[in-house]
């Protein structure tokens, strides 16, 4: 940068406001000539100064906090402090319809959203004068970042490794729960003795007598369970996924040829969780699923959105967090050129860069890829390449891996894009996993302890020395997008959040029968982890 090149340093909101002029080259020289002589590092207060005193540097538009609101400007929905059977109770369930049920308070006043952005108005870099001087006080980390990380090659020794590494961890977490015995120990075991094994899921079938038969799979060998269907544990056998680890006991056959079992324990997260908050008020906001680039991209809603940002309203919010889906992509789905209005990827980062300066400069954002991103499809995926990152320079967002544990203020939140919450719902029951209710599926991924428990099937798993997709730490919350709907709630004091999307229902998701729920901006209150969620369409 050409402050560095003179000596200078700079903070994050001096370099927003210098990027919000009309000549930034010319503000910089004006900055130089207006600080003191004895300076190192240019503040937001300098470009300030600088502005006001030197004519000849103009920043454009006014777009600060104190702006009123334009049509079109968010409606508050009902927060998730409830637990479902609070909900249940109250006569309210968090997922369902935002526009019919008690989820929104009111119709959103709205004007027509636009089929296309072809030719959008410039947009200024905001004016973020009037925040709060609370941006030394952010705290933000992130601990499984892969990105150059990557170690796998496709070679059948990867596959071996990454599953060996998933055994070994979820199996820790079993232990002190069954005294587990290795399967080739329990082969060698008499028969009617007491025993538990530890394994991977290697296969679940009914018999003829309906009864079901799973078999399990540690580092030593196999060995088959059965589960009566009159059995009270007969319930879970419909929530077992392949590949995904769990425990059984129960006695062994006379024969000790089978494990009759008693009980099934997944790795789960514990009922006594107790989770951690920030030290003051301050709140994230969590979206998902922008979608740059499509026709049914809803630029007014979010522009609606980052208007509000800037208002007092929403100034306590000083985290983003965006998980996946940032541009619709290319090529993803049969026909999808004929619903883009920007057929060029790097032209979609590009405008989504410039959405992306509308809103506040001095916010922490954090973007992890999703399967519409121009990543890798196999989870996990690191972040975007350095061509692109370039083009997603606004407000020094943290790009960083899919999943990511990010840490804020003091709260854990594993952000997931989403893709295995389609196998979820596809395998369990719709009573246990629905697109309706979709933080209920993650519920099921966080009992398994997984992100995306199941190989083989809708989401593509790549093959690493270490299962970056299991959830080894408990998280505070969980932020997922992909399916594109609405929904959440507490399991065992994780709040599941999936946040929605930015997009119009396209013409590929009426054939496939999606409803999105578009528009809407859960903002956690990290000091509570209350939630309230605006709708801004």
């Not at 940068?1 to 004006?30: C, F, K, V, W």
């Not at 929905?77 to 006569?91: A, L, M, N, V």
């Not at 038969?213 to 369970?225: Q, R």
């Amino acid at each position: 940068m050409e402050l560095t090149e003179r000596g200078y340093n700079a903070d994050r909101e001096a370099i927003t406001l210098i990027a919000g002029t009309d000549d930034p080259h010319a503000t910089i020289e004006a900055v130089v000539e207006h600080v003191p002589a004895d300076t190192l590092c240019i503040t937001s207060d300098h470009i300030r100064a600088t502005i006001e005193s030197d004519p000849s540097v103009s920043t454009g538009s006014d777009r600060s906090r104190n702006t009123p609101n334009r049509e079109g400007s968010p409606v508050e929905t009902k927060g998730s402090e409830k637990s479902d059977t609070e909900r249940e109770e109250s006569g309210s369930t968090p997922g369902s319809e935002p526009t019919s049920g008690p989820a929104s308070t009111s119709e959103p006043e709205s004007s027509p959203q636009p089929k296309s952005e072809s030719q959008p108005e410039p947009r200024a870099d905001p004016d973020t004068s009037d925040r709060p001087a609370s941006v030394d006080r952010q705290s933000l980390e992130v601990a499984n970042d892969m990105t150059g990380h990557s170690t796998g090659t496709g070679e059948y020794a990867d596959f071996v490794r990454t599953f060996r590494d998933r055994y070994e961890r979820l199996s820790k977490i079993l232990r002190g729960r069954v005294n587990h015995r290795p399967a080739s120990a329990i082969a060698e075991m008499p028969g009617g003795s007491d025993a538990a094994m530890i394994g991977l899921v290697n296969d679940v079938r009914s018999t003829r007598s309906g009864h079901w038969l799973v078999e399990l799979e540690d580092t030593t060998g196999t060995f088959p369970a059965l589960i009566m269907k009159d059995k009270g544990i007969a319930d879970v056998v419909d929530e077992i996924l392949l590949d995904e680890c769990i425990a059984v006991d129960g006695t062994l056959a006379d024969d000790a040829g089978i494990l009759f079992a008693d009980a099934v324990h997944f790795p789960d997260v514990p009922r006594t969780f107790q989770p951690s908050y920030a030290d003051r008020h301050v709140q994230a906001a969590l979206i998902s699923d922008v979608h740059v680039g499509s026709q049914e991209f809803m630029r007014d809603a979010w522009e609606s959105f980052a208007d509000w940002l800037h208002t007092e309203d929403a100034s306590a919010v000083e985290y983003l967090l965006l998980a996946g889906d940032m541009v619709e992509g290319v090529g993803v789905y049969p026909d999808q050129d004929e619903e883009l209005d920007i057929v060029d990827i790097y032209e979609q980062y590009e405008r989504f860069s410039e959405h992306l300066k509308s809103v506040p400069g001095d916010l922490e954002i954090v973007m992890i890829p999703g399967n519409h991103d121009a990543v890798r499809l196999a989870e996990p995926q690191p972040a975007f390449d350095e061509e692109l990152r370039d083009l997603m320079s606004a407000h020094d967002s943290r790009i960083v891996s899919n999943p990511a544990a990010v840490t804020v203020e003091g709260v854990s939140v594993l952000m997931y894009h989403g893709v295995s919450l389609d196998e979820v719902i596809a395998e369990l029951p719709a009573d246990k996993a629905s697109y309706d209710d979709p933080h209920k599926a993650m519920y099921h991924l966080l009992k398994k302890r997984h992100v995306a428990p199941q190989f083989g099937g809708h989401t593509r798993v790549a093959p690493e020395e270490r299962d970056h997709l299991v959830i080894e730490d408990v998280p505070e919350v969980f932020h997922t997008g992909h399916v594109h709907k609405l929904g959440w709630g507490k399991y065992h004091n994780v709040l599941a959040v999936n946040s929605g999307c930015w997009q119009e229902q396209t013409d590929f998701q009426k054939s496939v029968n999606i409803d999105p729920d578009c528009g809407f901006a859960p903002i956690l209150d990290l000091d509570t982890l209350d939630m309230t969620v605006r709708k801004f369409a």
